[in-house]
């Protein structure tokens, strides 16, 4: 009699969790600020019409979430709204769900182990992520954000053995030796950092954060070169900037949950 009342009450708790969701959404987008005092006439109006979009294509797919809760694309892109809008641990609840109806389906997966990235739970990020792909069929996006996870935890070796894996599928590809360049960093590699990093730079197509991902390296070295006179009792300043470079490897990755104790000390000059 007991367990029958908790699943009716489970069920009920299910159904009426899109909605919930979809409010917080929704309050979310409310509260969002689309113009300074300071803008010009034409720059508020831009500002207002991306920010419409943005509420029109947000509450869209919470509505399409609410009318099926396992439909994967409204699932991923719903969670992907939620995100953007700082309703991480919503979304992950979201994905969470989406994952127990939709075990093998790999999108749902691949999102739901970057949602739990994003909220700095690592070891459960890569634990999903495993089951996003397969040895026979590899995915190097989601071997890179593998890699990424390994790197915010301090397995750097491993992580760039994930890294090594990605660029074998897609060889030069700039996100996948950005997040290589930026493990080395944090492994204190500073000389292969940079190679990398300017390796990255290179190609035809590249993100401009790559390139400030390279100066901020090139900075570090600076820093470092500084410090080779000072005392052993000193540590370099470059080693002021891990927390920093994790910061940038989170965000490069999609995840913005950097938490306030690891904002930058010391910033390199061009970062």
Not at 130 to 149: C, E, F, K, M, Y
Not at 182 to 196: F, N, P
Not at 210 to 226: F, K, P, T
Not at 245 to 254: E, F, K, P, S
Request: one cysteine or more; glycine letters at 6%; hydrophobic letters at 45%.
């Amino acid at each position: 009699m007991i367990s029958s009342i908790r699943s009716k009450a489970f069920a009920g708790a299910e159904r009426f969790a899109p909605i919930v969701l979809a409010a917080a959404l929704a309050a979310a987008l409310a509260g969002c600020k689309t113009t300074q005092p300071t803008e010009t006439t034409a720059s508020i109006g831009v500002a207002a019409a991306g920010a419409d979009a943005d509420r029109r294509f947000a509450l869209a797919w919470a509505e399409r979430y609410r009318a099926n809760p396992t439909d994967p694309e409204a699932v991923v892109k719903y969670a992907r709204a939620l995100r953007a809008h700082g309703q991480r641990a919503q979304a992950v609840a979201v994905l969470e769900q989406a994952s127990i109806q939709l075990p093998k389906h790999r999108g749902v997966l691949a999102a739901y182990g970057r949602a739990l990235a994003d909220v700095g739970n690592y070891k459960r990020a890569l634990d999903v992520l495993n089951r996003a792909h397969t040895p026979a069929d590899p995915d190097w996006r989601i071997l890179s954000v593998q890699g990424a996870a390994l790197d915010q935890m301090g397995r750097h070796e491993e992580a760039q053995r994930y890294y090594a894996t990605a660029l074998r599928i897609v060889p030069d590809e700039p996100s996948v030796l950005s997040n290589l360049g930026l493990s080395y960093a944090l492994s204190k590699d500073l000389v292969r950092a940079e190679a990398t990093l300017r390796q990255a730079a290179g190609q035809s197509r590249v993100d401009p954060r790559v390139r400030q991902n390279l100066a901020l390296v090139m900075g570090l070295q600076r820093q470092a070169a500084d410090a080779e006179g000072l005392p052993r009792a000193v540590p370099p300043a470059g080693e002021a900037n891990v927390a920093y470079l994790r910061q940038v490897l989170a965000q490069q990755n999609g995840w913005k949950g950097a938490p306030e104790s690891e904002k930058p000390v010391v910033k390199a000059e061009g970062s």
